[in-house]
């Protein structure tokens, strides 16, 4: 199975300012996710990385507040623009195992704040 | 449109007895069905998986999880719990996206209290 690194593990922001998050994996891997866990909540997917293209995000989510690159097939990052204290959430890089068969492996995620 | 449904918010039960976290989907197609635990704080863990044949699965911790075709299910289960068990567990099933490629949608979790 595939490890994951996540970077930060948490930080705390002012309002306005951006965070990237990194996601680093030990094995290439053609999918990457991220997710965002918002208090209380399930996850919610953000959009989804292949290396080479342009993420594909999901509903109600914009490139312009969560850019994502996707360099090479062990790293990708997640920033968040122009936070707010909405953004304060659990945000978690994935990757599927065997093209999904064998399931998907998660990070230990970022937990930000945003005051 | 496909979605995960955990019709329990909340589920407590006795150190010692059996326990069960409901799942039910609605996917078009051959399921692809996953448990993952949460513990505080942290990240996701994987439990099991159904992909195919048997329909009673056996994953991580002593979990197993029970795919019932008719009733769209995929309840989770335990023969004896532990104190230790006490998380939220999220149900969640790979659906087929519109641009052809896979993704993974998760229910709203269950929280688990295993009472000493």
């Known amino acids: 199975s595939a490890v994951i690194s996540q970077k930060p593990s948490r930080d705390i922001c002012q309002r306005g300012t951006s965070l990237t998050i990194q996601c680093q994996v030990d094995?290439?891997?053609?999918?990457m996710f991220w997710y965002r866990q918002q208090p209380g909540q399930s996850l919610t997917l953000i959009a989804t990385?292949?290396?080479?293209?342009?993420?594909?995000?999901e509903s109600g989510f914009v490139i312009d507040k969560f850019p994502i690159s996707r360099p090479n097939l062990t790293f990708s990052t997640l920033t968040v623009s122009n936070m707010s204290p909405e953004d304060s959430s659990l945000y978690l890089c994935s990757v599927a195992l065997g093209n999904g068969l064998d399931g998907y492996t998660f990070g230990s995620g970022t937990r930000l704040t945003v005051v | 449109a496909q979605s995960v449904a955990q019709p329990e918010d909340q589920v407590n039960v006795a150190e010692g007895n059996p326990l069960t976290v409901k799942c039910t989907y609605s996917v078009s197609g051959n399921p692809y069905l996953f448990w993952y635990v949460q513990y505080p704080n942290r990240g996701l863990q994987f439990l099991l998986k159904?992909?195919?044949?048997?329909?009673l699965v056996k994953g991580s911790y002593g979990f197993e999880a029970e795919f019932n075709k008719s009733q769209t299910s995929f309840h989770l289960k335990k023969p004896s719990a532990l104190v230790s068990d006490s998380a939220l567990y999220f149900c969640a099933v790979r659906v087929r996206a519109k641009t052809s490629y896979d993704k993974v949608i998760f229910g709203p979790g269950t929280s688990l209290s295993v009472i000493p």
């Open positions: 159904y992909i195919t044949g048997d329909n």
């Open positions: 990385a292949n290396q080479g293209s342009e993420a594909t995000y």
């Open positions: 094995s290439q891997v053609t999918m």
